[in-house]
């Protein structure tokens, strides 16, 4: 069980924000930048919880995320880029649907590396997720969201969500989970 190890749900508090739904009606993923790096184990396990949470309803698996990097704690120069890299990496294999991709808080040294990235990543990336890539300040970011969706910690009502654990809990209990059962009659169960 991913959440009983002490340190993936202490990073998941601490880089992952409970937002409501996007305009498309899909939900808001929203990452902080973390002040801490937690071992690769804790970090992927964390993502995957948060990516799972997130997607755990059909609008949002059909209707696709709005995703936004908060970047307002980063540093340009990491004690550890390599560990950065492998980690960055990771998060970008999750599946997503972006609609709208929002870097929000990014100062000019940061734009530059984030710039940087962008262009190694376009040999892999479609031209048309490319474009939907925003620089935005926080306050630009909160606005681009429906009143009530945004994080608390960038002036919103963070959905209504008041602890992003249960919230998270709550949606993977709910997911549904293929029946391998070859006689069942059901193909899915609760």
């Known amino acids: ?28 993923m929203w990452i ?24 755990a309803d059909p ?33 970008q294999s999750y599946p997503t649907r972006p609609q709208v991709i929002m870097i929000a808080g990014a100062s000019t040294p940061v734009r530059i590396v984030i710039n940087g990235l962008i262009k190694v990543a376009s040999v892999f990336t479609k031209q048309k997720i490319l ?24 002036g919103g009502e963070g959905g209504g969500i008041d602890d992003l654990e249960i919230w998270a809990k709550q949606r993977l209990a709910a997911f549904p989970t293929p029946n391998l059962d070859p006689d069942a009659e059901d193909e899915f169960e609760a």
């Open 1 to 28: 069980e991913m959440w009983a190890d002490d340190e993936t749900v202490e990073f998941f508090k601490r880089a992952y924000q409970p937002t409501g739904p996007g305009q498309n009606g899909g939900r808001v």
């Open 32 to 55: 902080s930048a973390a002040d801490t790096q937690p071992s690769d184990l804790a970090y992927v396990r964390s993502g995957i919880l948060y990516a799972m949470a997130i997607h």
């Open 59 to 91: 609008v949002t698996i059909r209707q696709g995320v709005t995703f936004c990097v908060d970047v307002t704690k980063s540093k340009v120069i990491n004690e550890d880029q390599a560990q950065s890299k492998r980690l960055q990496t990771v998060n």
């Open 131 to 154: 474009d939907r890539i925003t620089f935005v300040s926080i306050q630009e970011a909160v606005e681009m969201l429906p009143p009530g969706s945004a994080p608390v910690d960038a």
